[in-house]
């Protein structure tokens, strides 16, 4: 967040195993939603164990999360089909699914099964997919999420965002930890232990690295971590503050705040680290918070410039600068929205911060959320949701709401205080 771009903490930094466990598990609670939901049912598959974290649970799980579906149980329907042809689209119809998902798990060998599944319109009595994969059983929390994705891509008409991952730091005591998870939740892992903070996690285009912001040297400093082997590298370690780190979307460069030639000023910096920095512009104010739109074109930007923190947009081909806010005396954290036609950001009402989102064209702005103290949005990459943290009962927790404000969820993780997500690419 804007007030905290240039907090100065001494720490140490003590790195763990590549890729540990973390110690929390985050669970979902959906706490609002919309009326208009697809009625579906997952029946369980064929030879699937009778425990939980089965394949049809979790795809149940994941499309019931959206809050675009509604599942309806399915139990007592004999036989149970396996296959699309076993599928009586009137029996599914009587109990009120629009959809049917069934399918099949076979052993083939000790350590790799088969899983086929199909997606059947009930309505139009057509089969809409049909597939099979083969897998070991540790791929069957994966599998299930690709499952999601395809069920929710062919009756939405949108990528599904079951399969992705997420980023957050927590904080217990005086240890901070940057985590990577599976879009629901599960499957945590700890990237990075530290007795000193750290912030500004972001995924790279391509999803194999992960920028964030360290204060171990007593400063910030602007990492890149491969998320496949660990290897890291200081991308910004230059005199001053070296902070808010955002992707070209080619992946090859950052742009990054540097205070090494006075004040607070935008540059862009290779990924790989070095000494280049090239500055984007100049103002007598902080200029921060820097966020690519998806094309390329121009970025979104954080600014005091003008008396009071807003948004901005610089182009960069001409260096042509637009104010983009204009309500209210504190607009910041800009995320462009993955079509580029709006951002969502954070805006104070009455005291109050809260997430909203704004339409390029339009300049409508919609809020989200009810705060009180609502911060660092991450759009999901369908642009269908956005992750951000929220106080709650005096703790900060992760929450999620859609673009539309109809869907809302809440993200807990047992006692950690939960800070600054990021929403992985698609993958």
């Known amino acids: 967040m804007f007030r905290r771009v240039f907090l100065c903490v001494i720490g140490v930094m003590a790195f763990v195993g590549w890729m540990g466990a973390a110690q929390a598990q985050l669970t979902i609670d959906i ?69 049917a998902v069934v399918g099949e798990i076979k052993q083939v060998s000790q350590d790799k099964m088969e899983v086929r599944f199909a997606l059947v319109d009930t309505v139009r009595q057509q089969t809409l997919l049909v597939k099979a994969y083969s897998i070991s059983p540790r791929q069957i929390r994966a599998t299930a999420h690709k499952i999601a994705d395809l069920v929710y891509e062919k009756l939405t ?33 700890r990237v990075v232990t530290s007795r000193a903070p750290l912030i500004s996690p972001r995924f790279s285009p391509d999803g194999d690295r992960i920028a964030y912001v360290s204060f171990e040297n007593q400063k910030p400093v602007v990492y890149v971590q491969s998320l496949r082997d660990g290897v890291r590298t200081a991308s910004a370690r230059f005199r001053g503050s070296n902070s808010a780190p955002a992707w070209t979307p080619d992946g090859r460069e950052l742009a990054v705040t540097l205070s090494r030639d006075g004040g607070s000023q935008l540059f862009i910096v290779p990924s790989e680290g070095g000494n280049a920095a090239r500055r984007l512009m100049s103002s007598s104010g902080i200029d921060t918070e820097a966020m690519f739109m998806p094309d390329g074109k121009s970025l979104l930007f954080t600014s005091d410039r003008g008396g009071t923190p807003q948004i901005y947009r610089l182009w960069l081909n001409d260096s042509r600068i637009e ?88 993200i807990g993780a047992l006692t950690e205080q939960v800070r600054e997500p990021a929403w992985g690419p698609l993958l």
């Open 31 to 99: 706490i609002g939603g919309s009326g208009a939901t697809l009625p579906i049912s997952v029946v369980s598959f064929g030879n699937e164990p009778a425990t939980p974290g089965t394949i049809s649970e979790i795809v149940g799980d994941d499309l019931t999360r959206s809050g675009r579906f509604r599942l309806v149980n399915a139990s007592q329907v004999s036989p149970r089909p396996s296959n699309a042809a076993g599928v009586n689209a009137a029996t599914f119809r009587s109990l009120g699914a629009d959809a």
């Open 157 to 189: 008409g949108e990528p599904g965002i079951f399969s992705t991952r997420i980023a957050y730091i927590t904080q217990q005591g005086k240890q901070y930890q940057l985590n990577i998870a599976d879009a629901d939740g599960h499957n945590p892992q």
């Open 323 to 410: 104010r983009v806010t204009y309500d209210g005396s504190y607009n910041v954290s800009p995320r462009p929205l993955p079509n580029g036609e709006g951002m969502v950001f954070v805006q104070r009402n009455e005291g109050r911060f809260q997430i909203a989102t704004m339409d390029f064209q339009t300049r409508q702005v919609l809020v989200l959320t009810q705060g009180p103290m609502d911060e660092s949005p991450t759009v999901s990459p369908n642009g269908r949701y956005v992750l951000y943290t929220s106080l709650v009962d005096g703790r900060n927790v992760l929450s999620a709401v859609s673009v539309d404000g109809t869907i809302r969820q809440r």
